[in-house]
Protein backbone atom coordinates (compact mmCIF):
# COMPACT_ATOMS: atom_id res chain seq x y z
CA UNK A 1 0.00 0.00 0.00
CA UNK A 2 2.57 2.74 0.44
CA UNK A 3 4.60 1.69 -2.69
CA UNK A 4 5.41 5.03 -4.61
CA UNK A 5 5.79 5.63 -8.08
CA UNK A 6 8.43 7.56 -10.37
CA UNK A 7 5.96 9.92 -12.08
CA UNK A 8 2.18 10.04 -12.98
CA UNK A 9 2.57 8.54 -16.21
CA UNK A 10 3.88 5.20 -14.46
CA UNK A 11 0.66 4.72 -12.45
CA UNK A 12 -1.23 5.40 -15.84
CA UNK A 13 0.56 2.11 -17.55
CA UNK A 14 -1.18 0.04 -15.05
CA UNK A 15 -3.82 1.76 -14.20
CA UNK A 16 -7.55 -0.28 -14.48
CA UNK A 17 -10.92 1.17 -14.93
CA UNK A 18 -14.26 0.05 -13.73
CA UNK A 19 -18.51 0.64 -14.05
CA UNK A 20 -21.30 -0.69 -12.85
CA UNK A 21 -24.71 -0.09 -11.79
CA UNK A 22 -26.29 -1.34 -8.52
CA UNK A 23 -29.16 -1.16 -6.75
CA UNK A 24 -28.88 -0.03 -3.22
CA UNK A 25 -31.56 0.10 -0.62
CA UNK A 26 -31.74 3.36 1.88
CA UNK A 27 -32.77 3.37 5.19
CA UNK A 28 -36.43 4.11 4.79
CA UNK A 29 -36.37 0.40 2.61
CA UNK A 30 -36.86 2.36 -0.85
CA UNK A 31 -34.13 1.37 -3.32
CA UNK A 32 -32.19 3.81 -5.69
CA UNK A 33 -30.06 3.24 -8.42
CA UNK A 34 -26.58 4.11 -8.89
CA UNK A 35 -23.63 4.28 -10.76
CA UNK A 36 -20.14 3.60 -9.37
CA UNK A 37 -17.17 4.40 -11.27
CA UNK A 38 -13.98 5.07 -10.72
CA UNK A 39 -9.97 3.17 -11.34
CA UNK A 40 -8.00 0.85 -9.30
CA UNK A 41 -4.28 0.48 -9.45
CA UNK A 42 -2.34 -2.39 -9.87
CA UNK A 43 1.14 -2.84 -8.01
CA UNK A 44 4.34 -4.64 -10.01
CA UNK A 45 2.33 -7.92 -9.27
CA UNK A 46 -0.62 -6.88 -10.67
CA UNK A 47 -2.80 -7.04 -7.44
CA UNK A 48 -4.74 -3.99 -6.65
CA UNK A 49 -3.59 -1.82 -3.73
CA UNK A 50 -5.59 1.34 -4.78
CA UNK A 51 -9.10 2.73 -6.00
CA UNK A 52 -10.83 5.75 -6.46
CA UNK A 53 -14.24 6.08 -7.45
CA UNK A 54 -17.60 8.36 -7.55
CA UNK A 55 -20.98 6.68 -6.75
CA UNK A 56 -23.74 8.99 -8.32
CA UNK A 57 -27.58 8.38 -8.36
CA UNK A 58 -29.23 7.69 -11.90
CA UNK A 59 -32.80 6.75 -10.29
CA UNK A 60 -34.17 8.97 -12.64
CA UNK A 61 -32.65 7.92 -16.02
CA UNK A 62 -33.44 4.49 -14.82
CA UNK A 63 -36.85 5.56 -14.60
CA UNK A 64 -36.77 7.25 -17.90
CA UNK A 65 -35.39 4.09 -19.42
CA UNK A 66 -38.02 2.07 -17.91
CA UNK A 67 -40.35 4.65 -19.66
CA UNK A 68 -38.95 4.71 -23.12
CA UNK A 69 -39.00 0.39 -22.74
CA UNK A 70 -42.42 0.94 -21.84
CA UNK A 71 -43.42 2.98 -24.96
CA UNK A 72 -41.48 0.80 -27.31
CA UNK A 73 -42.80 -1.93 -26.78
CA UNK A 74 -46.21 -0.20 -27.21
CA UNK A 75 -45.24 1.19 -30.32
CA UNK A 76 -44.30 -2.48 -31.46
CA UNK A 77 -47.75 -3.80 -30.47
CA UNK A 78 -49.09 -1.43 -32.29
CA UNK A 79 -46.94 -2.40 -35.20
CA UNK A 80 -47.66 -5.82 -35.36
CA UNK A 81 -51.47 -4.82 -34.81
CA UNK A 82 -51.35 -3.12 -38.25
CA UNK A 83 -49.04 -5.58 -39.77
CA UNK A 84 -51.94 -8.17 -38.95
CA UNK A 85 -54.40 -5.62 -40.23
CA UNK A 86 -53.37 -4.99 -43.62
CA UNK A 87 -53.06 -8.46 -43.87
CA UNK A 88 -56.40 -9.48 -43.29
CA UNK A 89 -57.62 -6.42 -45.18
CA UNK A 90 -55.72 -6.98 -48.69
CA UNK A 91 -56.06 -10.65 -48.37
CA UNK A 92 -60.18 -10.26 -47.88
CA UNK A 93 -60.41 -7.44 -50.33
CA UNK A 94 -58.87 -9.17 -53.16
CA UNK A 95 -60.98 -11.52 -54.60
CA UNK A 96 -64.25 -9.10 -54.26
CA UNK A 97 -62.30 -6.33 -55.62
CA UNK A 98 -61.33 -9.24 -58.96
CA UNK A 99 -65.20 -9.45 -59.34
CA UNK A 100 -66.02 -5.93 -59.14
CA UNK A 101 -62.88 -5.38 -61.80
CA UNK A 102 -64.44 -8.49 -63.68
CA UNK A 103 -67.83 -6.93 -63.82
CA UNK A 104 -66.40 -3.57 -65.06
CA UNK A 105 -64.65 -4.95 -67.75
CA UNK A 106 -67.74 -7.10 -68.77
CA UNK A 107 -69.74 -3.84 -68.85
CA UNK A 108 -67.39 -2.38 -71.04
CA UNK A 109 -66.63 -5.20 -73.58
CA UNK A 110 -70.78 -5.15 -73.97
CA UNK A 111 -71.22 -1.37 -73.38
CA UNK A 112 -68.37 0.32 -75.61
CA UNK A 113 -69.57 2.55 -78.19
CA UNK A 114 -73.33 1.60 -77.82
CA UNK A 115 -73.81 4.79 -75.06
CA UNK A 116 -72.60 8.12 -75.55
CA UNK A 117 -69.32 9.63 -75.06
CA UNK A 118 -69.44 10.26 -71.50
CA UNK A 119 -70.37 7.15 -70.50
CA UNK A 120 -67.66 5.07 -72.34
CA UNK A 121 -65.39 7.83 -70.57
CA UNK A 122 -66.63 6.67 -67.02
CA UNK A 123 -66.96 3.23 -68.22
CA UNK A 124 -63.20 3.16 -68.95
CA UNK A 125 -62.12 5.48 -65.99
CA UNK A 126 -63.34 2.97 -63.93
CA UNK A 127 -62.00 -0.61 -65.46
CA UNK A 128 -59.08 1.39 -65.33
CA UNK A 129 -59.13 2.54 -61.56
CA UNK A 130 -60.47 -1.14 -60.48
CA UNK A 131 -57.23 -2.37 -62.36
CA UNK A 132 -55.11 -0.54 -60.27
CA UNK A 133 -56.61 -1.37 -57.08
CA UNK A 134 -56.45 -4.54 -57.84
CA UNK A 135 -52.46 -4.26 -58.24
CA UNK A 136 -51.95 -2.18 -55.53
CA UNK A 137 -53.75 -5.10 -52.80
CA UNK A 138 -51.44 -7.79 -54.66
CA UNK A 139 -48.39 -5.58 -53.84
CA UNK A 140 -50.01 -4.86 -50.30
CA UNK A 141 -50.80 -8.65 -49.44
CA UNK A 142 -47.09 -9.66 -50.87
CA UNK A 143 -45.88 -7.39 -48.59
CA UNK A 144 -47.93 -8.26 -45.63
CA UNK A 145 -46.87 -11.37 -45.89
CA UNK A 146 -43.30 -11.01 -45.25
CA UNK A 147 -43.97 -8.82 -41.75
CA UNK A 148 -46.93 -9.72 -40.88
CA UNK A 149 -46.81 -11.48 -36.93
CA UNK A 150 -48.43 -14.07 -36.16
CA UNK A 151 -51.24 -13.20 -33.95
CA UNK A 152 -51.95 -15.07 -30.75
CA UNK A 153 -54.76 -18.52 -31.10
CA UNK A 154 -58.25 -17.40 -30.25
CA UNK A 155 -61.30 -19.86 -30.38
CA UNK A 156 -62.55 -19.45 -34.11
CA UNK A 157 -65.55 -21.41 -35.95
CA UNK A 158 -64.62 -23.31 -38.73
CA UNK A 159 -67.55 -23.31 -40.52
CA UNK A 160 -68.39 -19.64 -40.39
CA UNK A 161 -64.79 -19.07 -41.55
CA UNK A 162 -64.92 -21.38 -44.26
CA UNK A 163 -68.20 -19.45 -45.39
CA UNK A 164 -66.04 -16.46 -45.52
CA UNK A 165 -63.79 -17.43 -48.00
CA UNK A 166 -66.26 -19.10 -50.23
CA UNK A 167 -68.10 -15.65 -49.60
CA UNK A 168 -64.36 -14.32 -51.04
CA UNK A 169 -64.12 -16.80 -53.59
CA UNK A 170 -68.00 -16.38 -55.49
CA UNK A 171 -66.90 -15.55 -58.54
CA UNK A 172 -63.63 -18.19 -59.27
CA UNK A 173 -66.17 -20.60 -57.92
CA UNK A 174 -69.21 -19.17 -60.60
CA UNK A 175 -66.72 -19.32 -63.43
CA UNK A 176 -65.54 -22.64 -63.31
CA UNK A 177 -69.12 -24.23 -62.22
CA UNK A 178 -67.34 -25.41 -58.55
CA UNK A 179 -69.40 -27.53 -55.73
CA UNK A 180 -67.69 -26.60 -52.60
CA UNK A 181 -69.28 -29.23 -50.05
CA UNK A 182 -68.76 -29.55 -46.12
CA UNK A 183 -68.92 -31.87 -42.98
CA UNK A 184 -69.68 -29.93 -39.46
CA UNK A 185 -66.63 -28.02 -38.83
CA UNK A 186 -65.30 -27.68 -35.06
CA UNK A 187 -64.24 -24.56 -32.85
CA UNK A 188 -60.79 -24.68 -32.57
CA UNK A 189 -58.01 -22.80 -30.93
CA UNK A 190 -55.97 -21.19 -33.95
CA UNK A 191 -55.03 -17.61 -36.33
CA UNK A 192 -58.36 -17.37 -38.19
CA UNK A 193 -56.32 -15.02 -40.59
CA UNK A 194 -54.03 -18.65 -41.06
CA UNK A 195 -56.67 -21.17 -41.08
CA UNK A 196 -58.98 -18.85 -44.02
CA UNK A 197 -55.74 -18.68 -46.16
CA UNK A 198 -55.13 -23.10 -45.92
CA UNK A 199 -58.92 -23.07 -46.71
CA UNK A 200 -58.53 -20.43 -49.62
CA UNK A 201 -55.49 -21.66 -51.15
CA UNK A 202 -56.79 -25.48 -50.74
CA UNK A 203 -59.62 -24.75 -52.31
CA UNK A 204 -58.48 -22.37 -55.52
CA UNK A 205 -55.75 -24.98 -56.16
CA UNK A 206 -58.41 -27.63 -56.37
CA UNK A 207 -60.53 -25.28 -58.91
CA UNK A 208 -57.29 -24.33 -61.01
CA UNK A 209 -56.15 -28.28 -61.41
CA UNK A 210 -59.60 -29.75 -62.10
CA UNK A 211 -59.82 -32.50 -65.05
CA UNK A 212 -62.08 -32.72 -67.67
CA UNK A 213 -64.88 -32.77 -64.64
CA UNK A 214 -66.45 -29.50 -62.75
CA UNK A 215 -64.54 -29.26 -59.68
CA UNK A 216 -65.94 -30.81 -56.61
CA UNK A 217 -64.44 -29.92 -53.53
CA UNK A 218 -65.24 -31.63 -49.77
CA UNK A 219 -63.92 -30.37 -46.41
CA UNK A 220 -64.62 -32.68 -43.63
CA UNK A 221 -62.57 -33.12 -40.06
CA UNK A 222 -61.81 -35.69 -37.60
CA UNK A 223 -61.94 -35.08 -34.43
CA UNK A 224 -58.77 -37.30 -32.64
CA UNK A 225 -57.70 -37.74 -29.56
CA UNK A 226 -56.74 -34.21 -28.38
CA UNK A 227 -56.50 -32.65 -32.04
CA UNK A 228 -58.34 -32.20 -35.05
CA UNK A 229 -57.41 -33.57 -38.64
CA UNK A 230 -58.98 -31.39 -41.50
CA UNK A 231 -58.92 -33.01 -45.23
CA UNK A 232 -59.91 -31.16 -48.05
CA UNK A 233 -60.56 -33.63 -50.87
CA UNK A 234 -61.38 -32.65 -54.36
CA UNK A 235 -61.34 -34.57 -58.11
CA UNK A 236 -58.45 -32.95 -59.36
CA UNK A 237 -55.41 -34.04 -61.33
CA UNK A 238 -53.83 -35.06 -57.58
CA UNK A 239 -49.81 -35.59 -57.90
CA UNK A 240 -48.32 -37.72 -59.85
CA UNK A 241 -47.08 -40.50 -57.88
CA UNK A 242 -43.26 -39.87 -59.42
CA UNK A 243 -43.74 -36.80 -57.39
CA UNK A 244 -45.57 -37.80 -53.87
CA UNK A 245 -42.25 -38.66 -52.25
CA UNK A 246 -40.69 -35.59 -53.24
CA UNK A 247 -43.68 -33.85 -51.90
CA UNK A 248 -43.84 -35.12 -48.75
CA UNK A 249 -40.20 -34.56 -48.27
CA UNK A 250 -40.54 -30.86 -48.80
CA UNK A 251 -43.37 -30.84 -46.61
CA UNK A 252 -41.63 -32.07 -44.18
CA UNK A 253 -38.81 -29.76 -43.91
Not at 227 to 239: A, E, H, T
Request: aromatic letters at 10%.
Amino acid sequence: MNRMYENFQDIEKIQGRFKEELRLRRKDGTYIYAENTGVYFLDQDMQPYRAIGVLRDINDRKKAEKMLKSKLEEVSRSNEELEQFTYISSHDMKEPLRMITSYLQLLQRKYQGKLDDKADKYIHFAVGGASRMQSLINDLLEFSRVTTIVSEPELINCEFLLNQVLSNLSLILKENDATISHDHLPEVMADSTQIGQVFQNLIINGIKFHGEETPKIHISAEKKENYWVFSVQDNGLGIDPQYSEESLKYLKG
